[in-house]
């Protein structure tokens, strides 16, 4: 059974790291894995994606586990406009097919 | 460059009703998904159009179509709502189908669909 898993929510503080974990353990070696964040009243944007190896980019780091079974999304400095639910998606290679998180709301302290 | 747009912002409609909702996407994307996002169930892939050809399809009834016309738009049709179809309908446009590598989705502002 093809699920993402994620925690319903996280709280931080502004200025902390933040690591959000996703468990996919039954991701195949072709699935890539996608995170979206969606602030209130708007629609899901981009954050960041990978395969195997560890990515960063201006917005994140993403972490890859070895059995590629989870993986962690990293905010470095939260800020209060991090405050969104954060989706992890698992996208199945052959069958096209995107599977979601339930999404963790990240709330952020000030 | 215009944003996805989508529209109506919101519906209200009756049980037994049906419903038509549009999404224009992004100027030169030729790939829409739909999504639905509730409360209890988060959000849940519809379907995908890639080139006027749906690509592939969530776990929904067939009450839930759509389509795609040639400049890209795509229109989502729901016949016969129900309570349980009150939810926020995302549409998102990419140039490429999936999320392909480096192929990121764009998202509307979404449709809100109240049924009563």
């Known amino acids: 059974d093809a699920k993402t898993t994620q925690p319903n929510s996280m709280e931080s503080n502004e200025e902390e790291p933040v690591h959000l974990p996703c468990n996919h353990s039954?991701?195949?070696?072709?699935?890539?894995i996608h995170w979206y964040r969606q602030l209130p009243s708007q629609g899901p944007e981009y954050v960041i994606h990978?395969?195997?190896s560890n990515v960063n980019n201006r917005m994140a780091s993403l972490a890859i586990a070895e059995d590629r079974k989870s993986s962690t999304l990293i905010l470095h400095r939260a800020t209060l406009r991090d405050a969104a639910v954060y989706y992890c998606i698992r996208e199945i290679q052959g069958a096209q097919k995107l599977v979601f998180g339930q999404g963790t709301r990240l709330t952020i302290n000030p | 460059k215009a944003g996805v747009t989508q529209t109506p912002r919101y519906l209200i409609k009756t049980r037994g009703q049906q419903v038509t909702l549009s999404c224009s996407p992004i100027?030169?994307?030729?790939?829409v998904s739909w999504y639905q996002q509730t409360p209890g169930q988060g959000l849940q892939f519809l379907f995908e159009y890639f080139s006027e050809t749906q690509r592939n399809k969530g776990n929904f009834p067939g009450r839930f179509s759509g389509r795609q016309f040639s400049n890209s738009r795509s229109e989502m049709n729901v016949s016969t709502l129900e309570l349980g179809d009150s939810a926020l309908y995302l549409c998102?446009?990419?140039?490429?189908?999936?999320?392909?590598?480096?192929?990121?989705?764009?998202f509307g502002p979404g449709t809100r669909l109240t049924v009563l």
């Open positions: 998102a446009s990419s140039s490429q189908p999936g999320l392909a590598v480096g192929n990121e989705q764009f």
């Open positions: 100027s030169g994307h030729r790939s």
């Open positions: 039954t991701i195949s070696g072709t699935d890539y």
């Open positions: 990978g395969l195997t």
